[in-house]
């Protein structure tokens, strides 16, 4: 396919032609099929030139923290991995199935357990519970929101995790 705008061909080898081309890139498209990223083994991420076994170690340690990817860009967060290796990682792996989180109730939760969340750090666990023990209960996950400070470009990952009941 690559070449073939270089040669004429004549008109009755045109079906021929076209043929050839589509059954060439149906085979590219069924080799490039896409993994699921959160099934993917360290062997597998290691096909992917710029990974060693350190990177997929990481990439595992990481997916196991997060309890599962949910998000595709989720995999340009992990630390020490390249944008553009990350951009690699997709190319052949995505969420095919998304992983089931177990949430915690943000209302009987400790500190120690909020904190343990991926994206949250001290100083936001802490305004959370400061705005618990001001509201005395966290009716739904969207409050969050409320609190001065709190990143609502992490919000969707942060409420993954947490729940009111």
Do not use: C, H
């Amino acid at each position: 396919t690559k070449i073939s705008p270089y040669f004429k061909f004549p008109e009755w080898k045109a079906s021929e032609k076209t043929t050839a081309t589509t059954l060439s890139k149906n085979i590219i498209e069924k080799s490039i099929l896409k993994k699921d990223i959160n099934s993917a083994t360290s062997e597998d991420f290691r096909v992917i030139n710029g990974i060693g076994e350190k990177l997929a170690k990481r990439i595992i340690d990481y997916r196991t923290k997060l309890q599962g990817f949910s998000f595709n860009d989720q995999v340009f967060e992990i630390w020490a991995l390249d944008k553009e290796i990350a951009g690699k990682v997709l190319q052949y792996f995505e969420v095919t199935k998304p992983p089931v989180i177990k949430k915690i109730n943000i209302n009987t939760a400790t500190f120690k357990e909020v904190l343990a969340i991926v994206y949250l750090d001290y100083e936001l666990t802490k305004k959370i519970f400061n705005y618990k023990d001001e509201v005395a209960e966290i009716q739904s996950v969207e409050e969050l929101k409320r609190i001065e400070g709190f990143p609502l470009e992490k919000f969707n990952r942060i409420v993954l995790y947490l729940d009111t009941k």
